[in-house]
């Protein structure tokens, strides 16, 4: 699995591995090598790529990188695949909505076939003596409603179905 | 330099043209006050002023807003003269009588001018009435009812605009009668938002017109010089990016027209202390389009080319002395060009941006000059307008000011935020830019400038971000060497 | 070290034949390989893209570190078993880099069969948490097996190695400190739901995943409770209620992304400190080797002229080389890690073994791992040897092999017959790592000579009848002995019934050494001795 940047609107998927001087840079089928980076002050160093050496100034803020190099400026993010993959399919998962705790439905105020978008409400349920409202984790369409009003049902279940169609 | 009737000066604003206020009190001896809101207490003006008196309000802008906080702090401070800057309260009349009711010097002009200009048209009624040019246009409040008619009689394109305000907000080109109406609540909405003010005008609008600008100084005994004209036609969304002077665009002739016609302007509306005469200028004529009562942001082309401190004069004519200059001292020499260095992304449609400076670098160089109110370690939020900072370089010629810019530019480190320098560098090199041929549109006929490029040093940069990347270095130090000299290998 | 100074003719006739003959073995070895692990009945692929999951080489690619080697065992298990129909007996086994460590990966193939465990599936998962075991790797399962496969219960349930033996070495990894991690990827049932339930960390993939000692099926014929997989054993179920799994993932590449970074917190084995230097590849070109082995398999060729294409700058030091010439023996480095190599250069006499037996013990005095290259017909036999104790010396040999604590590595390059089978670390005298090249011949007598006896057998029971054979029917006798005998004792079939590691391309030799060396190391070395030597 290799580490992933984001820089403007691609991502890009490299791997450095050892090399006798310095590292291997993999980019796609391409490989670059010597790679190597000295710091000199705070932010600034020198990079080493084959045979270029080039003064680099950087900033780290989190899984931000700020880089200033020949002349112009670069913003990468640092895509943690942990969390990357996890919020993928964390999108998925959003195609239903589910109950964050048990209680009972008091009204739905959605119907098969319409579409909704994120955030809107679907159905007022209550738990604990609280009445609280489900909403709709993305927009989509309402495939199925899975308890009527007056059902009770357990934490995590099912309460709306989506699907992705017209969207 | 006569002493002046008063020792300190408060200035009601913030950032770069704070800063660059302070400078030039501390250069005639005088002491500086400036109020803040907590928000800007890190920023270069609070450390840099004498005394700094903070002021609050339910937002940063609203601080900056309040007449009443800001006027008793110069009364604390025994301010003797208030500096506006621009922005904010500078071109409220309201604020500028308050100041002088409070006896302290307002440095602008007179509450009566900022109303007249403050009201775009109220001014141009004035400027015609005065025999000035201003384009085609019609009022809606001189008749509601054939408001729309008389809008459709001007002819196409059209400018919907509102008639308070100013950069840009609320503006829209009708190129399709059937979209008149839309612009016109468009307008209307935004004006009402942004100024509370729902009145409108409709004006011919010139393609492609440039924006030509002469700066002018008044006292209160009469005497009118001007300073030249700016060009300032590379805009986005009808706001300044790049300002310069000598226009391109002007022979000596047009030149000394559009002076004299501002000079004009001002010397009908009785003017006193600096301020900016605005025209459309469509290749032939001159349009009157505005005139600003306070400093310009894009000042300093003029301050480069003349070697005339316009802060300093303004707080001369403000200490009721005439004008130490005469028209026949004002020379330009050589080209100035200002970049204004936003928090902004150009790609993505110029969408603000925010962040954290965590690095910021100024070339130094001689004729350059940068005008900057941020510094090191300073959150940059959507609170203010998204200015950072002005690079202005003066050289002998326009395209030696130009490509020194961009060399300024590429030079230039600012990280920890998004911003428009990559873009500023490549508007530089821009041969279209660098023949001069611009005018308002150009940003939208040249796409490819902000559209930005494909990063050229992929591999470099790359290579930079994973050797800085410990999680990256930490899983090519795990690999034991053996395995790592064998490479992807399968059998 | 001298370097060796290889006699070979690039030039001549009989190496470009040879280099001919070679590669076509070589490239029916890589496409054979290809084969069993590509091709598959497009339902089946289907399938597994129905189900949202990988297929499993994609998950193993995904799991191992990028730019980082594995070398993959006994590819072509089973390729002579079940009519062909269970390539790679189902399941993947092989050594690789995660997170930087290296681990055995065993992963079920469930395009093949579901993933069902048959005989020889079984076979190959215990032989890796052996080599696990031996050497200490950390194991990735990554479980999609859809239960044994019944109609062959009888060959791998019960008996000591059959499928018990693989929970049993799951908990004996355990018990000795190194950690398993499983990946579920489907239904683990019935016995395979025990696999990521002894591993020390188990991750289970939302939606695929799922363990149950009972199907749905079984569970509603058992108690007549209508339950779905998901509910019953799903992910969900098994993080939050009964902690059968510790980490629940949205899809394969999270649960493989979890995994990875599960490595990553695993301490690494401390490696046996024994003589390293800078690693250097061979002076000679391994490709050369195509034209040093030969065409015909009875044909002698130098055992030095091999050593030379594998070992670190072709330098080798040779021991005893004046004395029992037919055993090579001598000291070389493997991508720096010094080595004892003992090689056959024909056939085992008294002296050339009693240098065999003598060098395996300076080695193992010496923490230098021993590297058996194999092209034995077995021990001289005859009047005069048995006077002289060939069978007595035999015995010591014996006896140094079994004895010895340092790691061996053993690579058949043409026959391994007869007792040399066994005195050259043959698989029964557990060398670390056994691998052989496409053109071995693996059998207790070569294929000529067995034919032969076997063929005077069946003419002499005839003979007895009163018959007397003409050469056309003795020919008409040979020859289907003949053609079983080869069969049965060729590489292929030897790696179907896993009594090796894997066939490797001779090229591919170094490299493959290399990791299983490196793996090796894991364990500490114990302090050598040994059995009686009959003096």
Same mark, same amino acid.
């Given at each position: 699995?290799?580490?992933?940047?984001?820089? /403007?609107?691609?991502?890009?998927?490299?791997?450095?591995?050892?090399?006798?001087?310095?590292?291997?840079?993999?980019?796609?089928?391409?490989?670059?090598?010597?790679?190597?980076?000295?710091?000199?002050?705070?932010?600034?160093? !020198?990079?080493?790529?084959?045979?270029?050496?080039?003064?680099?100034?950087?900033?780290?803020?989190? /899984?931000?990188?700020?880089?200033?190099?020949?002349?112009?400026?670069?913003?990468?993010?640092?895509?943690?695949?942990?969390? !990357?993959?996890?919020?993928?399919?964390?999108?998925?998962?959003?195609?239903?909505?589910?109950?964050?705790?048990?209680?009972?439905?008091?009204? !739905?105020?959605?119907?098969?076939?319409?579409?909704?978008?994120?955030?809107?409400?679907?159905?007022?349920?209550?738990?604990?003596?609280?009445?609280?409202?489900?909403?709709?984790?993305?927009?989509?369409?309402?495939?199925?409603?899975?308890?009527?009003?007056?059902?009770?049902?357990?934490?995590?279940?099912?309460?709306? !179905?989506?699907?992705?169609?017209?969207? | 330099?006569?002493?002046?009737?008063?020792?300190?000066?408060?200035?009601?604003?913030?950032?770069?043209?704070?800063?660059?206020?302070?400078?030039? +009190?501390?250069?005639?001896?005088?002491?500086?006050?400036?109020?803040?809101?907590?928000?800007?207490?890190?920023?270069?003006?609070?450390?840099?002023?004498?005394?700094?008196?903070?002021?609050?309000?339910?937002?940063?802008?609203?601080?900056?807003?309040?007449?009443?906080?800001?006027?008793?702090?110069?009364?604390?401070?025994?301010?003797?003269?208030?500096?506006?800057?621009?922005?904010?309260?500078?071109?409220?009349? $309201?604020?500028?009588?308050?100041?002088?009711?409070?006896?302290?010097?307002?440095?602008?002009?007179?509450?009566? @001018?900022?109303?007249?200009?403050?009201?775009?048209?109220?001014?141009?009624?004035?400027?015609?009435?005065?025999?000035?040019?201003?384009?085609?246009?019609?009022?809606?409040?001189?008749?509601?009812?054939?408001?729309?008619?008389?809008?459709?009689?001007?002819?196409?394109?059209?400018?919907?605009?509102?008639?308070?305000?100013?950069?840009?907000?609320?503006?829209?080109?009708?190129?399709? +009668?059937?979209?008149?109406?839309?612009?016109?609540?468009?307008?209307?909405?935004?004006? +009402?938002?942004?100024?509370?003010?729902?009145?409108?005008?409709?004006?011919?609008?010139?393609?492609?017109?440039?924006?030509? $600008?002469?700066?002018?100084?008044?006292?209160?005994?009469?005497?009118?010089?001007?300073?030249?004209?700016?060009?300032?036609?590379?805009?986005?969304?009808?706001?300044?990016?790049?300002?310069?002077?000598?226009?391109?665009?002007?022979?000596?002739?047009?030149?000394?027209?559009?002076? $004299?016609?501002?000079?004009?302007?001002?010397?009908?509306?009785?003017?006193?202390?600096?301020?900016?005469?605005?025209?459309?200028?469509?290749?032939?004529?001159?349009?009157?389009?505005?005139?600003?009562?306070?400093?310009?942001?894009?000042?300093?082309?003029?301050?480069?080319?003349?070697?005339?401190?316009?802060?300093?004069?303004?707080?001369?004519?403000?200490?009721?002395?005439?004008?130490?200059?005469?028209?026949?001292?004002?020379? @330009?020499?050589?080209?100035?060009?200002?970049?204004?260095?936003?928090?902004?992304?150009?790609?993505?449609?110029?969408?603000?941006?925010?962040?954290?400076?965590?690095?910021?670098?100024?070339?130094?160089?001689?004729?350059?000059?940068?005008?900057?109110?941020?510094?090191?370690?300073?959150?940059?939020?959507?609170?203010?307008?998204?200015?950072?900072?002005?690079?202005?370089?003066?050289?002998?010629?326009?395209?030696?000011?130009?490509?020194?810019?961009?060399?300024?530019?590429?030079?230039?480190?600012?990280?920890?935020?998004?911003?428009?320098?990559?873009?500023?560098?490549?508007?530089?090199?821009?041969?279209?830019?660098?023949?001069?041929?611009?005018?308002?549109?150009?940003?939208? $006929?040249?796409?490819?400038?902000?559209?930005?490029?494909?990063?050229?040093?992929?591999?470099?940069?790359?290579?930079?971000?994973?050797?800085?990347?410990?999680?990256?270095?930490?899983?090519?130090?795990?690999?034991?060497?053996?395995?790592?000299?064998?490479?992807?290998?399968?059998? | 070290?001298?370097?060796?100074?290889?006699?070979?003719?690039?030039?001549?006739?009989?190496?470009?034949?040879?280099?001919?003959?070679?590669?076509?073995?070589?490239?029916?070895?890589?496409?054979?390989?290809?084969?069993?692990?590509?091709?598959?009945?497009?339902?089946?692929?289907?399938?597994?893209?129905?189900?949202?999951?990988?297929?499993?080489?994609?998950?193993?690619?995904?799991?191992?570190?990028?730019?980082?080697?594995?070398?993959?065992?006994?590819?072509?298990?089973?390729?002579?078993?079940?009519?062909?129909?269970?390539?790679?007996?189902?399941?993947?086994?092989?050594?690789?880099?995660?997170?930087?460590?290296?681990?055995?990966?065993?992963?079920?193939?469930?395009?093949?069969?579901?993933?069902?465990?048959?005989?020889?599936?079984?076979?190959?998962?215990?032989?890796?948490?052996?080599?696990?075991?031996?050497?200490?790797?950390?194991?990735?399962?990554?479980?999609?097996?859809?239960?044994?496969?019944?109609?062959?219960?009888?060959?791998?349930?019960?008996?000591?190695?059959?499928?018990?033996?693989?929970?049993?070495?799951?908990?004996?990894?355990?018990?000795?400190?190194?950690?398993?991690?499983?990946?579920?990827?489907?239904?683990?049932?019935?016995?395979?739901?025990?696999?990521?339930?002894?591993?020390?960390?188990?991750?289970?993939?939302?939606?695929?995943?799922?363990?149950?000692?009972?199907?749905?099926?079984?569970?509603?014929?058992?108690?007549?409770?209508?339950?779905?997989?998901?509910?019953?054993?799903?992910?969900?179920?098994?993080?939050?209620?009964?902690?059968?799994?510790?980490?629940?993932?949205?899809?394969?590449?999270?649960?493989?992304?979890?995994?990875?970074?599960?490595?990553?917190?695993?301490?690494?084995?401390?490696?046996?400190?024994?003589?390293?230097?800078?690693?250097?590849?061979?002076?000679?070109?391994?490709?050369?080797?195509?034209?040093?082995?030969?065409?015909?398999?009875?044909?002698?060729?130098?055992?030095?002229?091999?050593?030379?294409?594998?070992?670190?700058?072709?330098? %080798?030091?040779?021991?005893?080389?004046?004395?029992?010439?037919?055993?090579?023996?001598?000291?070389?480095?493997?991508?720096?890690?010094?080595?004892?190599?003992?090689?056959?250069?024909?056939?085992?006499?008294?002296?050339?073994?009693?240098?065999?037996?003598? %060098?395996?013990?300076?080695?193992?005095?010496?923490?230098?791992?021993?590297?058996?290259?194999?092209?034995?017909?077995?021990?001289?036999?005859?009047?005069?040897?048995?006077?002289?104790?060939?069978?007595?010396?035999?015995?010591?040999?014996?006896?140094?092999?079994?004895?010895?604590?340092?790691?061996?590595?053993?690579?058949?390059?043409?026959?391994?017959?007869?007792?040399?089978?066994?005195?050259?670390?043959?698989?029964? %005298?557990?060398?670390?790592?056994?691998?052989?090249?496409?053109?071995?011949?693996?059998?207790?007598?070569?294929?000529?000579?067995?034919?032969?006896?076997?063929?005077?057998?069946?003419?002499?029971?005839?003979?007895?009848?009163?018959?007397?054979?003409?050469?056309?029917?003795?020919?008409?006798?040979?020859?289907?002995?003949?053609?079983?005998?080869?069969?049965?004792?060729?590489?292929?079939?030897?790696?179907?019934?896993?009594?090796?590691?894997?066939?490797?391309?001779?090229?591919?030799?170094?490299?493959?050494?290399?990791?299983?060396?490196?793996?090796?190391?894991?364990?500490?070395?114990?302090?050598?001795?040994?059995?009686?030597?009959?003096?």
């Amino acid at each position: 699995m290799k580490h992933s940047f984001a820089l /403007d609107v691609e991502n890009y998927e490299l791997w450095l591995s050892p090399g006798q001087h310095g590292y291997r840079l993999h980019l796609d089928d391409e490989v670059f090598a010597p790679v190597s980076f000295s710091h000199e002050l705070d932010g600034s160093g !020198t990079l080493v790529i084959a045979s270029d050496t080039i003064p680099v100034k950087f900033a780290i803020d989190g /899984d931000r990188l700020y880089l200033h190099i020949r002349g112009r400026t670069y913003i990468l993010r640092y895509r943690d695949q942990l969390r !990357t993959l996890a919020c993928l399919d964390d999108q998925a998962s959003h195609l239903v909505a589910r109950a964050p705790m048990p209680g009972v439905v008091i009204a !739905t105020k959605v119907s098969r076939g319409d579409v909704v978008s994120g955030g809107a409400t679907l159905m007022l349920v209550e738990s604990m003596k609280l009445e609280f409202v489900v909403r709709a984790p993305r927009g989509g369409v309402v495939e199925r409603i899975h308890f009527g009003v007056g059902d009770s049902f357990e934490r995590d279940s099912a309460l709306v !179905t989506f699907s992705e169609e017209g969207r | 330099m006569q002493t002046l009737p008063f020792d300190t000066v408060l200035i009601a604003n913030r950032g770069e043209i704070a800063a660059r206020i302070i400078k030039t +009190l501390r250069k005639l001896g005088l002491r500086s006050a400036i109020v803040y809101h907590d928000a800007d207490a890190d920023t270069p003006a609070v450390s840099m002023a004498d005394t700094a008196i903070a002021i609050d309000g339910c937002s940063p802008i609203a601080a900056y807003l309040d007449a009443h906080q800001i006027i008793a702090s110069a009364c604390r401070a025994k301010a003797g003269a208030l500096h506006p800057g621009y922005g904010f309260l500078s071109e409220s009349a $309201e604020f500028a009588r308050a100041v002088e009711r409070a006896g302290i010097a307002f440095v602008g002009p007179s509450s009566e @001018s900022i109303e007249l200009m403050g009201d775009k048209i109220r001014a141009r009624r004035f400027v015609q009435r005065s025999g000035f040019p201003v384009a085609p246009s019609a009022v809606e409040e001189d008749d509601p009812e054939t408001f729309p008619s008389r809008a459709r009689a001007l002819g196409l394109p059209l400018l919907v605009k509102p008639s308070a305000g100013g950069g840009g907000k609320g503006m829209r080109i009708v190129r399709n +009668l059937d979209t008149l109406d839309d612009a016109i609540a468009h307008a209307r909405r935004e004006g +009402l938002r942004y100024f509370d003010d729902g009145r409108l005008y409709v004006e011919r609008y010139a393609e492609n017109p440039r924006h030509i $600008e002469v700066q002018v100084l008044g006292d209160s005994f009469g005497n009118l010089i001007h300073l030249f004209e700016r060009e300032c036609s590379v805009q986005r969304r009808f706001q300044k990016i790049i300002e310069e002077t000598p226009s391109p665009a002007l022979s000596p002739k047009l030149r000394k027209e559009v002076c $004299e016609i501002a000079v004009g302007i001002a010397r009908s509306a009785n003017y006193r202390n600096a301020g900016t005469v605005e025209f459309i200028f469509d290749g032939r004529e001159f349009y009157f389009l505005e005139m600003n009562t306070r400093v310009q942001v894009e000042h300093p082309v003029t301050e480069m080319v003349t070697g005339i401190d316009l802060v300093a004069e303004q707080l001369h004519i403000a200490a009721g002395r005439p004008l130490r200059l005469s028209q026949s001292d004002i020379v @330009s020499k050589g080209h100035a060009i200002e970049a204004r260095i936003y928090a902004e992304a150009p790609e993505r449609d110029y969408v603000p941006t925010t962040g954290k400076i965590l690095m910021l670098e100024y070339p130094q160089r001689e004729g350059v000059r940068i005008d900057s109110g941020i510094v090191q370690g300073q959150q940059i939020t959507t609170a203010f307008d998204p200015m950072l900072a002005k690079v202005v370089v003066h050289s002998s010629t326009r395209r030696d000011a130009a490509l020194a810019s961009e060399r300024v530019m590429r030079e230039l480190v600012l990280l920890g935020c998004e911003t428009n320098i990559d873009f500023l560098a490549r508007l530089f090199a821009d041969e279209t830019f660098l023949s001069g041929q611009i005018h308002t549109g150009y940003l939208d $006929e040249n796409p490819h400038v902000a559209a930005g490029q494909c990063a050229s040093d992929l591999p470099a940069v790359l290579a930079a971000a994973a050797l800085l990347t410990r999680p990256v270095r930490d899983s090519a130090d795990a690999v034991p060497t053996l395995h790592a000299e064998i490479g992807k290998w399968r059998n | 070290m001298q370097r060796i100074v290889s006699r070979v003719d690039t030039k001549s006739q009989d190496f470009r034949l040879n280099v001919l003959h070679n590669r076509r073995l070589a490239t029916e070895l890589k496409e054979r390989q290809r084969s069993a692990r590509f091709d598959r009945p497009a339902r089946d692929l289907g399938r597994l893209r129905q189900q949202n999951k990988l297929f499993v080489r994609d998950r193993i690619e995904a799991l191992l570190d990028p730019h980082t080697p594995f070398l993959e065992l006994s590819a072509l298990a089973a390729n002579k078993a079940y009519d062909g129909e269970v390539p790679c007996a189902a399941q993947i086994v092989g050594i690789g880099i995660v997170a930087g460590r290296e681990v055995i990966v065993h992963a079920d193939d469930a395009s093949v069969k579901g993933g069902a465990w048959y005989p020889l599936s079984v076979k190959k998962i215990v032989r890796a948490l052996d080599i696990a075991i031996e050497n200490r790797l950390m194991v990735v399962h990554l479980c999609d097996c859809a239960g044994g496969f019944l109609p062959l219960q009888a060959e791998f349930f019960a008996d000591r190695y059959h499928a018990g033996r693989i929970l049993r070495n799951q908990s004996v990894l355990s018990k000795m400190g190194v950690p398993q991690v499983a990946i579920v990827m489907g239904h683990c049932t019935a016995g395979g739901a025990y696999v990521p339930a002894l591993s020390d960390y188990n991750i289970i993939v939302q939606g695929t995943g799922a363990i149950f000692l009972g199907g749905p099926p079984v569970v509603k014929a058992a108690t007549g409770e209508v339950v779905s997989a998901e509910e019953l054993g799903g992910a969900r179920m098994h993080t939050s209620v009964s902690g059968t799994s510790d980490y629940f993932a949205t899809s394969e590449m999270h649960a493989i992304a979890i995994a990875r970074d599960i490595v990553a917190q695993m301490k690494r084995p401390t490696k046996e400190a024994i003589p390293q230097s800078a690693p250097e590849p061979p002076a000679y070109d391994p490709s050369e080797l195509y034209g040093i082995i030969p065409k015909d398999p009875r044909a002698q060729f130098d055992m030095r002229e091999i050593i030379a294409r594998l070992v670190d700058g072709s330098r %080798f030091h040779e021991y005893q080389p004046r004395y029992g010439q037919s055993l090579v023996c001598g000291f070389a480095r493997l991508h720096g890690y010094q080595i004892g190599v003992i090689a056959n250069n024909g056939v085992l006499q008294n002296e050339s073994v009693l240098k065999g037996a003598h %060098f395996i013990q300076l080695c193992d005095n010496n923490r230098t791992p021993l590297l058996f290259l194999q092209n034995t017909t077995g021990f001289m036999v005859g009047r005069e040897y048995e006077e002289r104790g060939i069978t007595k010396d035999g015995a010591k040999l014996i006896m140094a092999v079994s004895g010895a604590e340092v790691p061996k590595l053993t690579v058949i390059c043409n026959g391994s017959h007869g007792a040399g089978t066994y005195a050259m670390a043959g698989r029964a %005298f557990d060398p670390r790592f056994m691998f052989t090249w496409p053109h071995s011949q693996i059998s207790a007598m070569g294929a000529e000579q067995a034919a032969g006896v076997l063929t005077h057998v069946k003419a002499r029971q005839l003979a007895r009848d009163g018959g007397r054979l003409s050469d056309q029917e003795l020919a008409a006798i040979r020859e289907p002995i003949l053609e079983e005998y080869r069969e049965r004792s060729s590489a292929y079939y030897a790696t179907s019934e896993l009594w090796d590691d894997g066939i490797l391309d001779p090229r591919d030799t170094r490299n493959a050494l290399s990791i299983a060396l490196s793996a090796s190391l894991n364990t500490p070395i114990e302090v050598p001795h040994y059995g009686i030597f009959r003096m």
